[in-house]
């Protein structure tokens, strides 16, 4: 198993119950090193354990590992040598799981169909949730069905410049102000492979929060 953007993993027992979060580093070809908490200690028996890994090109890959040879670092952290012994699944691409990430952005019309009227500017708007394949804001403004807008999302680790097309606008109650809202479901178009996967690596990291949120529930 390769895997090809991936900086974070969640190590579990082979029961499935959740022990931490770790950062992975490549130690050679097909071996890897989990940064972990000082204090993680390893089973003495056999050391194999259920690895999650967020891949930000392929998806979570489910595998079963051997971790040993722990190495002290600063910061109260260790590296534990992760050697994968089977893979047992993969959710690939992901591009319906939606996660909820409100972020303002700013949203420019690009072109709209023969006979619509582009809405000018750059318009306040909020996200309400995200995919790999697309996101749903709110504004308040209409964008036409299937006009195209653009914008950048300077919440990922690197700041996007994203293309979507308008698949639906919808009225919304009007906020608190009494102004309109309208929300609008879209699809990325002209999605790049670097951008892609910067994309991915930012929809993991909310829903690495979002486990985190229902585990502390």
């Known amino acids: 198993m390769e895997l090809k953007n991936c900086r974070k993993a969640e190590i579990y027992e082979p029961e499935g119950g959740f022990l931490c979060e770790a950062e992975v580093t490549r130690a050679s070809l097909d071996k890897y090193r989990l940064i972990v908490p000082a204090d993680f200690e390893l089973y003495e028996s056999t050391g194999v354990y259920k690895v999650v890994f967020f891949d930000g090109a392929q998806g ?4 079963m590992c051997k971790l040993a040879d722990p190495l002290p670092l600063p910061n109260e952290q260790q590296s534990l040598l992760c050697v994968v012994r089977e893979e047992t699944g993969k959710e690939q691409r ?5 996660v909820p990430a409100e972020v303002s952005i700013e949203v420019a019309c690009t072109r709209v169909p023969a006979g619509q009227k582009r809405v000018a500017g750059r318009i306040p708007a909020t996200t309400r949730n995200i995919s790999a394949g ?3 804001f709110i504004c ?5 069905q299937d006009a195209h807008v653009q914008f950048h999302l300077h919440e990922a680790s690197k700041p996007l410049q994203l293309s979507a097309r308008v698949l639906r606008a919808e009225a919304l109650p009007p906020n608190r102000d009494g102004a309109p809202l309208f929300g609008h479901g879209c699809r990325f178009v002209d999605l790049k492979p670097q951008a892609e996967a910067e994309l991915r690596s930012f929809i993991f990291k909310k829903e690495l929060e979002m486990r985190r949120r229902e585990r502390g529930r």
């Open 134 to 136: 697309g996101i749903y």
């Open 94 to 98: 992901r591009q319906d799981l939606k």
């Open 60 to 63: 979570l890959i489910h595998t």
């Open 140 to 144: 308040e403004q209409q964008f036409p």
